[in-house]
């Protein structure tokens, strides 16, 4: 499986993007960005495009929600093309569908596509496209969230064909990865470990 490719996690009910194996997991990325998880790559599957379609939006909608704003629709907008927003795989459908309706002159089916990408844009974006948006900056400060512990993890990933796919599991300090590496090399001459850390941040005003 190519990295970056959409899949969705029956676990977690959430579509995301394949980025690597991890001992006897793969590890997915949630679209458009954030914490990684781990996930059985028995239960994954590819991700129907209704379940793209949705991970789109709703990561539209997240960074709508962070800052992002969209100056509000003009008489002048009204009478240009809608602009796809960057990132947002509904817009990228809908635009794609405009410009397969161009390729083949039929400018009923380009009307269309127009129609429904700037409703798209109105319902789900905050207003028509204009070709620039505006981040509003607020000072605040990223720390490491002190409630929760850290995690950390050791996958070993010797092995001729395959990785040996043995794994820590979550420990509270490197000390203890760093045992069972020792015990595991003691046990299998396995040399080669992959090693995680994880942690929980949260934003604070100064």
Partial sequence: MEPGTLVYDPQTRKVGE????????????????????????????????????????????DRSREGFVTPPLTEADADRPPVPVPGCATCEELATRREEARAAFDPSAETD?????????????????????????VPYT???????????????????????GASSGPCQAPGEVEEWQRRHTQETWHTRYRRSFADYAVFERP
């Fill in 113 to 137: 596509a127009n129609v429904l990408l700037r409703q798209h844009r109105r319902r789900e974006h905050g207003g028509a496209p204009t070709g620039h948006r505006i981040f509003r900056y």
């Fill in 18 to 61: 394949y980025q690597d194996r991890a001992g006897p997991y793969v590890m997915l990325r949630p679209v458009g960005g954030g914490r990684e998880w781990q996930a059985d790559p028995a239960r994954i599957r590819a991700a129907t495009r209704e379940e793209r379609l949705s991970a789109g939006v709703r990561a539209a909608n």
């Fill in 142 to 164: 990223i720390v490491q969230d002190a409630s929760a512990q850290p995690e950390y993890q050791a996958y070993c990933v010797s092995g001729d064909e395959a990785d040996c």
